[in-house]
């Protein structure tokens, strides 16, 4: 989603709405059409125009000529009427004529001839200029003169061939127009012709336009010769006898020669001059006519498309916001709809990213199907292989498929000896193949009931040959290529075990040789077995009666209590410790009982012999308590000494005074006392005990010894190791000594070993049978060990290791060892700790006493 | 004997510090009693003649302690150790470290004293030695270094003459600076110079001298 905020952020283009994206689309189009095909419309018009022009041209010249020679032959026409009027012919038949004059008869204006009507001979308001009637020899006889010529009249008559017709001349470079026409006479009379004399001016080439010419055209006569125009229609824009090239460049110049109007030596040509000016202006506003109403066309044809794509754009705008926004909602997918700019960008980009998220999406969840597949997979060869049963999947064959981890390890099949195989013949005995065959087969028919495919007991052979009961069931798996079947099966032997040590556990309570009761919360007792007959006996009750009323009492106090208390119950020299187990639950209290005569008979043996040790402990402290003794008594004596030997010598020398001496004296006595007490104290520590020798088992003293020193073992955290000879080792000795001295050497170990790292400290007591003749029990620490010169003095008198001992210990002990013809020694060494040997003689023949 | 001289006895049991007191002022010597090691080293100076009579059982420092304590901070003075049950490591080492006598409790009167006369003519002599050898030795002091080697060697039995021919010198000169030793060192005789030298170690020195 980022992504798509940013490349809209980078985009101007997204922001502005699609409707006027359409719209100035539209309007650039437009214009760049307008840009490119306005100039190729205007070529193609003014070549149109041109061609056009040329031809106009042309058949305008054609036209201003074809008007031109009709005006000339309306002057023939002129002349020819005039020439058969009937005044002119009555003239001519008058005598008058025939009388030929030598010179010819002039008229003017003011003396017009009579053959003349005025106005008679005006065509188009132009009058000829001369009217001369003419004899058969074309001498003049009569002229109508109404202009003066410039030059003589015979020039004129020169031209005269002696038949009708029209002729244009020049004369002095003036054009005229020479009309003759016969006079038809009576018979008999010479031919008489008529003559007349038009100037050719641009009056005349105007008039003989007939008004029709255009302004922008103008007629002319070009000398070809000179190539000069000799008379314009319009002397103001075209002057007269001005050469032709001038003009070129104004008007466009069309000549045409007048076929039948010209003298022999004459070249006039008619020429038209239309002016180049009028032409292009005109076709400039043609082409801008055209060219406003192209750009009108085009505006009216973009503004209509501009419309049309604006409403369809805003039409899709909306549509695509529609989209978007259905695609944010039904997706949930947060992402920018934006309700200005382009929704197609917008849209499209919200597209890629939709695709990511979908490409994404689709990755995530195919990988989390594959996750769930893989999971699902596991979890189900979990189940497959970790199943209470054994399962062997078999083909319609009955080959073995797959095997799982149960089948494996349970009943030790082979994995890769059963795939592949045919399971009844490796691992059902053969007793049950015909039956396991049969379930197999009605299972695959599916006509057998249900039942016959479950639970059936069978013998299974394991992997390693043994039998095994078990319940074989199978069910059929359709799949779309073939069938397969599962096969479970479960090892009851374990089961059928627990069924018989039940059985045989119900049985332990009644063979249970201690007396065990249960009562209800009423004190009924509703359970006892034989052994606990002694004790129904002492209550005097038996099975489901009532228990005396102290005992319910304590019955229920242990139920409400729900605590498990214990008594003692003691009658008829016989002692039993009863335990109350309360089971709430099911309001009974179970009564275990236990006949512990025999153990109190031993405690109280134990605690007699306890007493015993005690005091010969302190017999045997002796040894130490001896030397200290000595010492003491020892203090008393030489000062008695020093003063007796003092007043002596003060006595012999004559030297103390009396009171000197008896002080001295006195002091004697206080020391003598004092040494009385010292062996008083002696005497009542020491009490008198004779030496009793009995027969005793050796490991007996050992385990009595160790279970004496266990409280200051575990005290200094020793560890107290027996290793005990499995026979008896009965020895006769005097049982508290020798247990004195193993007391002696073991606190003397414990005593070593407080050197040694708490925690390490290894005390071992070992008794074994070393011949016929002597037996050995061993102590055995990991302390300091010694060294071999305090070895050799180890058993010495007032030899001592430790700071307060007396070193008497070990002499007295090898003493008493040595009185029973035994040994008592040592090996040890530096950091190897000690072990002391105490070997006793024993005699093949000792006998136990029996307990 | 001097009236200085004093039996110490260190006991911790007051009967045996007074029979001790008791017994051996009879015969006219002077006594002082400590009932510990401790209270002894208090109050004792190393200048003071006698010897002193020690228990080996006591509370705190023990006789055998006090003795080796002596040793080692070399106070000379004779010890004698009593003891009520004597073993023989205990009287080698007691011995080792210098003890003069080793007496069992109970013993003879006698004995005792007896030993004590022993030990306190052990303490003058010492004394004595000690005195001489002072003497001897600022005797020495006053000889200029040739007739110091000239001591060495006529101490060590060399004629004059071979003294004169090792040293490099005349005869007679040899002869002014033996006459001027003698005088120095106060002896009358060559016997005596002699003796002055083995108590001053100086036999040893002439092989240095010749090196």
């Known amino acids: 989603m980022r992504g798509i905020t940013t490349s809209l952020q980078q985009s101007w283009l997204a922001r502005i709405p699609l409707p006027w994206i359409s719209v100035v689309v539209g309007l650039l189009c437009g214009l760049v059409t307008w840009l490119f095909l306005d100039p190729i419309l205007n070529q193609r018009l003014e070549k149109i125009f041109q061609d056009n022009l040329a031809s106009r041209l042309e058949v305008r010249s054609i036209e201003t000529r074809h008007r031109f020679e009709s005006f000339l032959q309306e002057w023939s026409s002129l002349g020819h009427r005039f020439a058969q009027h009937w005044q002119v012919v009555d003239h001519l038949s008058s005598s008058a004529w025939e009388d030929s004059l030598e010179s010819p008869i002039r008229y003017n204006r003011r003396r017009p001839p009579a053959w003349i009507e005025s106005g008679q001979l005006i065509l188009s308001s132009i009058e000829p200029d001369q009217v001369v009637l003419l004899d058969s020899d074309g001498g003049p006889r009569e002229i109508f003169q109404s202009e003066a010529l410039p030059f003589p009249l015979e020039r004129l008559t020169d031209f005269f061939s002696g038949r009708e017709e029209v002729v244009m001349t020049t004369i002095q470079r003036k054009p005229y127009l020479l009309v003759w026409s016969g006079i038809r006479r009576t018979e008999g009379f010479d031919p008489a012709f008529l003559m007349l004399v038009v100037e050719i001016d641009d009056h005349f080439l105007d008039e003989s336009q007939q008004a029709v010419g255009d302004p922008d055209t103008v007629i002319a006569l070009l000398d070809s010769e000179n190539q000069e125009l000799i008379v314009s229609s319009n002397r103001k824009s075209v002057f007269t006898t001005s050469p032709l090239g001038i003009w070129k460049e104004a008007y466009l110049v069309t000549s045409q020669a007048l076929v039948g109007y010209q003298g022999v030596d004459q070249n006039l040509l008619f020429t038209t001059l239309v002016s180049r000016e009028a032409t292009m202006r005109t076709m400039q506003n043609i082409l801008s006519l055209a060219q406003q109403d192209r750009f009108i066309a085009a505006l009216v044809f973009m503004a209509a498309f501009s419309l049309v794509f604006f409403l369809i754009s805003t039409k899709i705008s909306h549509v695509l916001q529609r989209i978007s926004r259905f695609g944010q909602q039904a997706l949930g997918i947060e992402q920018p709809v934006v309700k200005r700019g382009n929704q197609m960008l917008l849209l499209e980009s919200w597209i890629k990213a939709f695709f990511r998220q979908v490409i994404v999406a689709r990755d995530k969840l195919r990988l989390q199907q594959e996750e769930r597949l893989k999971e699902s997979e596991v979890f189900k060869s979990a189940l497959f292989d970790n199943s209470m049963d054994a399962i062997i999947t078999l083909d319609e064959q009955g080959q073995v498929i797959e095997v799982n981890g149960t089948a494996v390890r349970a009943f030790g099949f082979d994995r890769e000896k059963l795939l592949g195989g045919r399971f009844d013949e490796i691992a059902i005995h053969p007793d049950y193949r015909a039956k396991y065959r049969h379930m197999l087969s009605s299972c695959a028919r599916k006509s057998g009931s249900n039942l016959e495919c479950r639970a059936q007991s069978m013998v299974a052979v394991t992997g390693h040959g043994e039998e095994r009961a078990i319940e074989c069931s199978v069910i059929s798996i359709h799949l779309s290529q073939q069938t397969v079947f599962n096969v479970y099966l479960r090892d009851v032997t374990g089961r059928k075990q627990a069924e018989r040590e039940i059985a045989s556990l119900a049985k332990l309570a009644s063979e249970n040789p201690n007396p065990v009761l249960r009562a209800n919360k009423r004190g009924v007792i509703v359970y006892a077995n034989t052994a606990s007959k002694p004790l129904l006996d002492y209550w005097g009750c038996e099975r489901g009666q009532t228990l005396p009323r102290y005992w319910q009492n304590l019955v229920n106090r242990s139920l409400t209590a729900g605590e498990t208390e214990e008594f003692e119950v003691s009658f008829d020299g016989q002692v039993f410790s009863l335990q109350l187990a309360p089971i709430q639950e099911l309001d009974y209290v179970n009564l275990y009982a236990r006949d512990i005569t025999q153990m109190r008979n031993a405690e109280m043996q134990s605690r007699q012999h306890q007493s015993e040790l005690v005091h010969v402990c302190r017999v045997s402290t002796m040894g130490e308590m001896s030397t200290g003794l000595a010492h003491e008594l020892n203090q008393p004596l030489s000062a008695i000494i020093n003063f007796a030997s003092g007043c002596v010598r003060r006595i012999q020398s004559g030297v103390g005074g009396e009171a000197e001496l008896v002080d001295a004296m006195a002091q004697i006595t206080v020391q003598a006392e004092r040494a009385g007490e010292i062996i008083k104290r002696l005497r009542a520590l020491v009490g008198k005990r004779p030496q009793e020798h009995e027969v005793v088992n050796l490991n007996h003293m050992v385990l009595e010894v160790a279970s004496f020193i266990e409280y200051e073992a575990n005290r200094h955290r020793v560890e107290v190791t027996l290793e005990l000879s499995k026979e008896s080792l009965p020895v006769k000795v005097d049982l508290v000594q020798i247990e004195q001295v193993l007391l002696n050497l073991v606190r003397n170990a414990i005593d070593a070993m407080k050197v040694v790292t708490s925690g390490d400290r290894k005390l071992l007591l070992k008794t074994k049978r070393l011949d016929d003749s002597r037996v050995e029990a061993i102590v055995m620490d990991n302390g300091p060990g010694m060294a071999p010169d305090t070895c050799e003095h180890l058993f010495d008198a007032f030899f001592s290791t430790k700071e307060t001992g007396m070193g008497m210990g070990l002499p007295i002990s090898k003493k008493i060892i040595e009185a029973h013809y035994g040994e008592l020694s040592v090996e040890t060494s530096v950091g190897e700790g000690a072990i002391f040997h105490v070997v006793i003689p024993t005699d093949p023949a000792l006998e136990l006493p029996g307990f | ?211």
Request: contains cysteine; hydrophobic residues 45%; proline residues 3%.
């Open chain 2, 1 to 211: 004997m001097s009236s200085q001289t004093t039996v110490f006895v260190v006991d911790d049991d007051q009967a045996m510090r007074n029979s001790l007191k008791w017994l051996i002022e009879s015969v006219a010597m002077n006594v002082e009693t400590y009932e510990s090691a401790d209270a002894f080293i208090h109050s004792y100076y190393p200048g003071r003649s006698g010897c002193l009579l020690l228990d080996v059982r006591m509370p705190g420092m023990s006789g055998l302690e006090l003795q080796e304590y002596l040793t080692a901070h070399q106070i000379a003075i004779p010890v004698i150790i009593i003891t009520g049950h004597a073993d023989v490591p205990m009287a080698v080492r007691a011995m080792k470290s210098g003890a003069v006598d080793f007496i069992e409790k109970p013993f003879n009167d006698e004995l005792l004293l007896e030993s004590i006369r022993h030990a306190l003519m052990l303490d003058e002599r010492q004394r004595d030695m000690q005195s001489q050898r002072a003497e001897i030795a600022t005797r020495l002091a006053r000889l200029t270094p040739r007739e110091h080697e000239v001591m060495v060697m006529v101490t060590n039995g060399r004629a004059n003459k071979e003294i004169a021919s090792s040293l490099g010198v005349s005869a007679k000169t040899v002869e002014a600076h033996r006459a001027r030793v003698m005088e120095k060192m106060e002896a009358g005789s060559l016997a005596e110079l002699v003796r002055m030298a083995i108590h001053a170690n100086l036999t040893i020195d002439e092989e240095t001298l010749e090196e």
